[in-house]
């Protein structure tokens, strides 16, 4: 079955175990406000984008070396028509490992180009993963600069 879901990927030299670590250090590659713990199995946090926007997840799936999800459990999302969204879809990072180098899938299920925020979320999502996540999987420093549309 074809889906619409959005889609990022990139492939860096750091083990996939590492890349989990990394992934649940929220602040470190996606500049938002951030409270809570998103680094094991059921673990709950927030993350502010400024003003009232909200975004509640818990981590429902965590597969060492393999595949992290966070659920949205609640959210805010002031600038658009339906201010929950992005309510029940998942974050999904799927990982893969060959010769030293993972491969991190992610896919926002449920962001898909008919919900009124894809024009917005593709480009920062796109930023957030192929940008900061990259850079702090190969530097150890997430690049906080704003995407640009």
Wanted: net charge negative; hydrophobic share 35%.
């Amino acid at each position: 079955m074809e889906t619409n879901n959005f889609t990022s990927s990139i492939s860096a030299k750091i083990s996939p175990d590492e890349a989990i670590r990394r992934i649940g250090k929220v602040p470190e590659w996606w500049g938002v406000t951030f409270s809570g713990n998103s680094e094991k199995k059921g673990d709950q946090f927030t993350v502010k984008m400024g003003g009232d926007s909200f975004f509640n997840f818990t981590v429902t799936e965590l597969i060492p070396g393999k595949r992290v999800v966070w659920l949205v459990t609640d959210c805010y999302m002031p600038w658009y028509a339906d201010k929950k969204e992005w309510l029940n879809t998942r974050l999904i990072y799927d990982l893969t490992e060959n010769n030293g180098v993972t491969e991190l899938m992610f896919t926002h299920e449920g962001l898909t180009p008919e919900i009124d925020c894809f024009k917005d979320c593709k480009p920062g999502w796109t930023h957030w993963i192929k940008t900061s996540l990259f850079s702090y999987f190969t530097t150890g420093k997430g690049d906080f600069n704003q995407p640009r549309n």
